[in-house]
């Protein structure tokens, strides 16, 4: 799942670099893959359910921070 996600994060960043408009559809379809997810891994009992859901919380933060890093930079070339 790692080698997956660090592959969709360089994906977005490069996205959301080239064409920022059109990198916020992908950015919140992944998001919305990996909510799903802790959702579905947060209804176990008890600290499992933290524990389990943890990894889709973090791919959350990831997908985020890339595509949004990706705009930034664009923003701050010259052209």
Same mark, same amino acid.
């Given at each position: 799942m790692a @080698? /997956?996600? @660090? *592959?969709?994060?360089? @994906?977005?960043?490069v996205l959301a670099f080239l064409l920022p408009?059109? +990198?916020r559809h =992908?950015?919140? #379809?992944?998001?919305r893959s990996l909510g *799903? #997810?802790?959702r579905v891994t947060g209804k176990?009992? #008890? =600290?499992l359910?933290?524990?389990? +859901?943890k990894p889709f919380r973090s791919g959350s933060r990831?997908? +985020?921070?890339?595509? +949004?890093a990706?705009?930034? /930079?664009? #923003?701050r070339m010259p052209f």
């Amino acid at each position: 799942m790692a @080698v /997956a996600l @660090v *592959a969709i994060c360089l @994906v977005l960043a490069v996205l959301a670099f080239l064409l920022p408009r059109f +990198s916020r559809h =992908p950015e919140r #379809g992944t998001q919305r893959s990996l909510g *799903a #997810g802790t959702r579905v891994t947060g209804k176990a009992p #008890g =600290p499992l359910g933290r524990l389990f +859901s943890k990894p889709f919380r973090s791919g959350s933060r990831a997908v +985020s921070r890339s595509g +949004s890093a990706g705009r930034r /930079a664009r #923003g701050r070339m010259p052209f």
